[in-house]
């Protein structure tokens, strides 16, 4: 079954990149889907940072698209977020997921999730 | 932008019980919403998508419906493991979530 992992440091400076990366197994990334990243900060709601595609075609929340950028490593059945500069209010719960078949927004699968507190 | 505002904000209710569940978009969103239901500590999970179609391995408990500006999920004999937060979402521009409604079982 599809299974994705977030990985990347818990703690990042402020004013400085917040990064991180989310490994797919048991779904080959270039098959489809849009895979994306949604953070939470600490009891709030759900927001969507960005999505991609297979492709490498990109899609921003415009709240975030001058300092976001997603990628993916086909080889390496993986993709990343970059988020920079970081600030206290990036402090989060970043989750990786994937769409479901046929759906380009409702999300079926997700990581368990990252906690990144951004502080000095 | 369009917003979602999902209502209420809480509610309690007592295992069998039916419970009703609110979403409105401030402009249309064809059928284009989802539902997700979110445990303490865990990440979300599908239950809907497309206003009325249940994600793989969802109750028949779960259902929903509506349509332009309106939705509503509904789940039919709460079960106490149905407690959490659950998040409607439109698939337009930033794919926005509501601010979500918090069910306690009683």
């Known amino acids: 079954q599809v299974q994705l992992q977030e990985s990347g440091p818990g703690l990042v400076k402020p004013s400085d990149t917040l990064s991180l990366t989310c490994d797919v197994s048991?779904?080959?990334?270039?098959?489809?889907?849009?895979w994306a990243w949604i953070r939470q900060a600490p009891g709030k709601g759900l927001e969507w940072i960005g999505s991609?595609?297979?492709?490498?075609?990109?899609y921003y929340n415009p709240s975030l698209k001058t300092r976001v950028t997603i990628s993916v490593d086909t080889s390496k059945n993986r993709f990343s977020l970059h988020l920079s500069p970081a600030t206290a209010a990036d402090t989060a719960i970043y989750f990786c997921?994937?769409?479901?078949?046929?759906?380009?927004?409702?999300?079926?699968?997700w990581g368990q999730g990252s906690l990144v507190a951004v502080s000095s | 932008e369009i917003v979602l505002t999902q209502s209420p904000a809480a509610l309690s209710l007592s295992p069998g019980e039916r419970a009703t569940l609110s979403c409105r978009a401030s402009?249309?969103?064809?059928?284009?919403i989802a539902w997700y239901q979110q445990r303490a500590g865990q990440a979300p999970r599908l239950l809907i998508f497309?206003?009325?179609n249940r994600a793989t391995g969802i109750p028949a408990r779960f259902s929903g419906s509506g349509s332009g500006t309106d939705f509503t999920l509904t789940i039919t004999s709460l079960e106490t493991e149905d407690c959490g937060v659950y998040y409607c979402?439109?698939?337009?521009?930033?794919?926005?979530f509501g601010g979500g409604t918090k069910v306690e079982i009683k």
């Open positions: 979402q439109h698939r337009y521009t930033s794919l926005t």
């Open positions: 497309d206003a009325s």
């Open positions: 997921a994937r769409t479901h078949d046929g759906s380009g927004y409702a999300f079926q699968h």
């Open positions: 048991g779904y080959s990334i270039t098959i489809g889907n849009y």
């Open positions: 402009h249309s969103v064809s059928s284009s």
């Open positions: 991609i595609y297979h492709s490498g075609t990109t």
